[in-house]
């Protein structure tokens, strides 16, 4: 069984930087993709970023601010957040393939 928890989440303030971790940790074999997605009040939840064999890819609204790194051999990926606005304040769930953990809250204050 495969379990996904994220950690690293927690308060800045604007302009300030996160950085989250997530390990796949059970049995998960060889995954395919890791990633991210958020859900932010009022919108739905949306694919931050994702990193694959192929490299890396982003939501326009975080290029350039947020950077996907893995660690494939370990089921480990990282999102970096630079340059945090208050609108990135949302719940961020770590994906491992088909599988989703918990989430875990990153609030950015004004």
């Known amino acids: 069984q495969v379990r996904v928890q994220e950690s690293g989440g927690g308060w800045v303030q604007a302009g300030g930087s996160l950085r989250l971790s997530c390990i796949a940790a059970g049995s998960p074999g060889r995954i395919n993709s890791m990633g991210w997605y958020r859900q932010t009040p009022g919108k739905p939840r949306e694919l931050v970023g994702i990193?694959?064999?192929?490299?890396?890819s982003y939501a326009d609204s975080v290029k350039g601010r947020f950077t996907i790194s893995g660690e494939n051999a370990r089921n480990r990926v990282y999102l970096q957040m630079n340059s945090l606005t208050p609108e990135d304040t949302g719940v961020y769930y770590c994906?491992?393939?088909?599988?989703w953990g918990q989430g875990i809250q990153v609030t950015v204050s004004s």
């Open positions: 994906v491992a393939g088909v599988t």
């Open positions: 990193i694959t064999s192929g490299g890396t």
